[in-house]
């Protein structure tokens, strides 16, 4: 339980929680810890004042049971450099459409943030929303900003893919969002570069958004995996 | 503890586990022939399931810590009431009570039935709680934004799917299937020393469960490709038996499954509510929870049990409400 306790707490206190979890659950996550380094204390004192009559319990492995598995993620986690979910998980799922939030007052979603540097910032999977369903249109023609990983190009798309994945909940739940990356000069980055691209929207010609509309890029930028590789 | 039934069963979880045992420690060996994306991919869901479902078993425990600790033996059978059909469905109504998610019911409904409730009413609440609470119900209502009947529709389908399993299981059920949960006796000692027995007991037990079942339903995202959804149609009997299986394998929180749900737009609204009532009822992590609390005995004939009964309520709600 010591080991689930520390595992929990580091989770907790570093960023490496965000490969995982939504930000959210952080305090959750430290109360679970704290909990269960008190009942573990108190399980210790316990002991010490003289349980003999419950000498089957223990407090890594109780005998030859399944609790022993428990140590299995923080092994996982030191064997392994975490990592955040990428192209291979993407490909695996289609990218489902996020759900749109609800519209606006006036029918259309709320402004796009105010431009930095001459573009729009905006996260990857609020581009697609607005792509698919901001009824006031006010990616047209506008210069945005945004971050993703690249994944290959769906068969009959130039370029290459920038993709996120949106969380609800932990990365059991992820599920990806992708744009099209038109106008990018080859070589193209591998599969899994971060990068930050800048570019327009090119709506489809035939009125129907494609799963991953098309951005027409003017500049791209890696840049090292973000500290939250997630949308919430 | 440790009766030699108990033992028995113990075999064949381990059994499945030995190959991701294997494949985790000997990574380095396997990367040659499993690729690093595969393994990492496997990794992250396997974490992310096994932590996220922590804050609430140790909520779960707690509760099962002061259950053991401070209900006194024979307690629980005065208040709850006999008659099964009276029980039942007030049991499951007070899994209104337990704000989270499955994980922290299965522990709960193990202390119940060791207290001495009958094991209807511990199982109607232990199928009712994760879907029925506020929490949940909230977070489907901002998942389906518009949509408020699609909450209406969780809440009755899964209360109702719930209340069904108990009756039914008061009515067939045998007390040795949950035996198990019985002979887990609680420790003995000032009430203090029996909470933090319990609740430490449950954990790991549970916890070694919940840990197979990540396992499980990660090796499953890995290997069985997203791309089978989509050979299946929106609607009609196909998507039914896909949403109730991926609700099954994903083995996702409650709190979370309707913000998936939301996603799957290509399938009808009743195919996505059979999603929201099967998941908290029956996944991968939960049957293997349900093993280690309950036993094999049990978890073979209640998760059949618990699934049809999901799938039926949700067409039959789907159909009148959606």
Redesign the interface.
């Given at each position: 339980?010591v080991v689930?306790a520390g595992?929990?707490g580091r989770?907790a206190l570093t960023d490496d929680l965000l490969?995982?979890?939504r930000p959210g659950?952080r305090p959750?996550?430290l109360?679970?810890a704290v909990?269960?380094a008190v009942?573990?204390l108190?399980?210790l004192v316990?002991h010490r004042r003289g349980?003999h009559?419950?000498d089957?319990?223990d407090?890594g492995h109780?005998?030859?049971?399944?609790?022993?598995?428990?140590v299995?993620?923080l092994?996982?986690?030191v064997?392994?450099p975490?990592?955040?979910?990428?192209?291979?998980?993407a490909a695996?799922?289609?990218s489902?459409?996020?759900?749109p939030?609800?519209a606006g007052e006036a029918g259309g979603y709320p402004p796009l943030p105010p431009p930095v540097d001459g573009a729009h910032e905006i996260t990857l999977g609020n581009f697609v929303l607005y792509a698919h369903n901001d009824t006031g249109r006010q990616l047209d023609g506008a210069t945005v900003r945004t971050t993703g990983f690249v994944t290959p190009a769906a068969p009959g798309e130039d370029g290459f893919r920038l993709t996120r994945f949106v969380l609800?909940?932990?990365?059991?739940?992820a599920?990806p969002t992708s744009i099209s990356v038109a106008g990018a000069i080859p070589p193209y980055p591998p599969v899994d570069t971060w990068l930050v691209i800048e570019g327009q929207w090119q709506p489809s010609p035939s009125g129907h958004e494609p799963d991953a509309p098309v951005v027409h890029v003017t500049s791209v930028r890696e840049i090292p995996p973000p500290r939250d590789p997630y949308e919430t | 503890m440790g009766a030699s039934p108990v033992e028995r069963w113990e075999l064949p979880a381990e059994l499945v586990l030995a190959p991701m045992v294997a494949v985790v420690w000997f990574r380095g060996a396997l990367a040659g022939w499993l690729d690093g994306p595969a393994i990492g991919t496997w990794l992250t869901i396997f974490v992310a399931v096994s932590v996220q479902a922590m804050p609430f078993l140790v909520l779960g425990v707690v509760l099962s810590g002061v259950i053991a600790a401070f209900v006194p033996a024979g307690a629980l059978a005065r208040i709850v009431p006999t008659r099964p059909v009276v029980a039942v469905p007030l049991a499951g109504l007070a899994g209104v009570a337990l704000p989270g998610c499955e994980c922290g019911a299965v522990p709960i409904a193990g202390r119940l039935v060791g207290r001495g409730a009958p094991p209807a009413a511990a199982l109607a609440f232990l199928l009712a709680a994760p879907a029925v609470n506020p929490v949940v119900i909230v977070a489907t209502v901002v998942a389906f934004p518009g949509r408020p009947e699609m909450a209406v529709a969780r809440f009755v389908a899964s209360l109702s799917a719930a209340i069904a399993v108990g009756l039914v299981w008061a009515r067939v059920g045998r007390d040795e299937w949950v035996e198990r949960a019985r002979l887990h006796a609680a420790a003995d000692g000032p009430g203090w020393v029996r909470f933090v027995r319990t609740a430490s007991d449950d954990f790991l037990h549970a916890g070694g469960f919940l840990v197979v079942g990540a396992a499980a339903a990660a090796t499953l995202r890995v290997v069985v490709p997203g791309s089978l959804l989509d050979r299946v149609g929106g609607s009609g009997a196909g998507a039914i038996v896909a949403m109730a299986a991926l609700a099954v394998l994903l083995a996702i929180c409650s709190e979370a499954d309707a913000f998936v749900a939301v996603g799957l737009s290509q399938f009808s609204l009743t195919a996505r509510l059979v999603f929201l009532v099967v998941g908290p009822m029956v996944d991968l992590k939960l049957v293997a929870l349900q093993v280690g609390v309950f036993g094999r005995a049990f978890a073979v004939r209640f998760a059949p049990l618990a699934l049809a009964s999901a799938v039926l309520s949700a067409l039959l709600v789907g159909s009148w409400l959606l």
């Amino acid at each position: 339980m010591v080991v689930v306790a520390g595992l929990l707490g580091r989770l907790a206190l570093t960023d490496d929680l965000l490969l995982y979890l939504r930000p959210g659950m952080r305090p959750w996550l430290l109360a679970a810890a704290v909990a269960l380094a008190v009942v573990t204390l108190a399980c210790l004192v316990a002991h010490r004042r003289g349980g003999h009559s419950h000498d089957s319990h223990d407090h890594g492995h109780a005998g030859g049971r399944l609790s022993w598995l428990l140590v299995l993620p923080l092994v996982a986690i030191v064997m392994v450099p975490p990592a955040p979910l990428g192209s291979f998980a993407a490909a695996r799922q289609e990218s489902r459409r996020p759900a749109p939030p609800p519209a606006g007052e006036a029918g259309g979603y709320p402004p796009l943030p105010p431009p930095v540097d001459g573009a729009h910032e905006i996260t990857l999977g609020n581009f697609v929303l607005y792509a698919h369903n901001d009824t006031g249109r006010q990616l047209d023609g506008a210069t945005v900003r945004t971050t993703g990983f690249v994944t290959p190009a769906a068969p009959g798309e130039d370029g290459f893919r920038l993709t996120r994945f949106v969380l609800a909940c932990c990365a059991a739940d992820a599920s990806p969002t992708s744009i099209s990356v038109a106008g990018a000069i080859p070589p193209y980055p591998p599969v899994d570069t971060w990068l930050v691209i800048e570019g327009q929207w090119q709506p489809s010609p035939s009125g129907h958004e494609p799963d991953a509309p098309v951005v027409h890029v003017t500049s791209v930028r890696e840049i090292p995996p973000p500290r939250d590789p997630y949308e919430t | 503890m440790g009766a030699s039934p108990v033992e028995r069963w113990e075999l064949p979880a381990e059994l499945v586990l030995a190959p991701m045992v294997a494949v985790v420690w000997f990574r380095g060996a396997l990367a040659g022939w499993l690729d690093g994306p595969a393994i990492g991919t496997w990794l992250t869901i396997f974490v992310a399931v096994s932590v996220q479902a922590m804050p609430f078993l140790v909520l779960g425990v707690v509760l099962s810590g002061v259950i053991a600790a401070f209900v006194p033996a024979g307690a629980l059978a005065r208040i709850v009431p006999t008659r099964p059909v009276v029980a039942v469905p007030l049991a499951g109504l007070a899994g209104v009570a337990l704000p989270g998610c499955e994980c922290g019911a299965v522990p709960i409904a193990g202390r119940l039935v060791g207290r001495g409730a009958p094991p209807a009413a511990a199982l109607a609440f232990l199928l009712a709680a994760p879907a029925v609470n506020p929490v949940v119900i909230v977070a489907t209502v901002v998942a389906f934004p518009g949509r408020p009947e699609m909450a209406v529709a969780r809440f009755v389908a899964s209360l109702s799917a719930a209340i069904a399993v108990g009756l039914v299981w008061a009515r067939v059920g045998r007390d040795e299937w949950v035996e198990r949960a019985r002979l887990h006796a609680a420790a003995d000692g000032p009430g203090w020393v029996r909470f933090v027995r319990t609740a430490s007991d449950d954990f790991l037990h549970a916890g070694g469960f919940l840990v197979v079942g990540a396992a499980a339903a990660a090796t499953l995202r890995v290997v069985v490709p997203g791309s089978l959804l989509d050979r299946v149609g929106g609607s009609g009997a196909g998507a039914i038996v896909a949403m109730a299986a991926l609700a099954v394998l994903l083995a996702i929180c409650s709190e979370a499954d309707a913000f998936v749900a939301v996603g799957l737009s290509q399938f009808s609204l009743t195919a996505r509510l059979v999603f929201l009532v099967v998941g908290p009822m029956v996944d991968l992590k939960l049957v293997a929870l349900q093993v280690g609390v309950f036993g094999r005995a049990f978890a073979v004939r209640f998760a059949p049990l618990a699934l049809a009964s999901a799938v039926l309520s949700a067409l039959l709600v789907g159909s009148w409400l959606l």
